[in-house]
């Protein structure tokens, strides 16, 4: 995971050459990650089996947001959740597994404010992948996501502000995609096209150059 995110922080550092001469905001944030579930098919009789549901808890990432025009930025962020899912089926009972989401993105930021205003609301979206690491011998995957959100900055200095935000995350998931799968048994599969939800609200400082 730390070579991803390297790689991650070098192609951040591409994006940020033409705009050399723009203000750039740098924010580290923790927060909390809820909702997750999945309706899966076991390989025993293509019924469903049961739901892949990942246990809500904590996250951390950072934002790095280019301003580009008036009360608009362009936004990369990078978050990180590790967590915990059951699995079952009619056959065997699997014990909760470690599971890690790493969530990478760009997208636009629009704030609707004056430009030197103390409280500076806006809204956000942006597209990426979400990295998804079972871990426990399953195999990781790589899945289109989508995530709009808002949220308020509230600046203590020209310099510094304290960031909230809200974000709804989508993750689409192929039709027949295996799940869970170890050299020897996958858990079950995706019948169906859909989509993966999440939730997160995070909070963060926000420092200005």
């Not at 550092?13 to 809820?34: H, K, M, R, S, W």
């Not at 915990?84 to 790493?102: M, N, T, Y």
């Not at 308020?152 to 039709?175: E, Q």
């Amino acid at each position: 995971m730390t070579k991803s995110f390297s790689a991650f922080l070098s192609a951040l550092c591409l994006c940020n050459l033409p705009l050399a001469a723009q203000d750039f905001e740098i924010t580290p944030y923790v927060g909390y990650q809820f909702l997750g579930d999945l309706e899966v098919y076991g390989f025993d009789n293509g019924l469903p089996t049961d739901e892949i549901s990942v246990d809500d808890s904590e996250t951390y990432g950072i934002i790095l947001d280019f301003t580009t025009w008036d009360g608009g930025q362009i936004e990369l962020v990078w978050s990180h959740q590790e967590s915990e899912v059951e699995l079952e089926d009619f056959f065997r009972a699997h014990p909760k597994v470690d599971i890690s989401i790493d969530y990478f993105q760009i997208g636009g930021l629009q704030i609707f404010s004056e430009d030197d205003a103390k409280v500076r609301p806006f809204i956000a979206g942006s597209l990426g992948a979400a990295y998804i690491d079972p871990g426990s011998g399953f195999g990781n995957t790589t899945r289109l996501s989508l995530h709009l959100g808002g949220g308020v900055k509230f600046f203590l200095s020209d310099r510094v502000a304290f960031r909230v935000d809200g974000k709804f995350k989508s993750t689409f998931i192929d039709a027949s995609v295996d799940l869970y799968c170890d050299p020897f048994f996958c858990f079950g599969y995706v019948e169906n096209s859909s989509w993966f939800y999440q939730m997160e609200g995070t909070a963060g400082l926000t420092f200005a150059f």
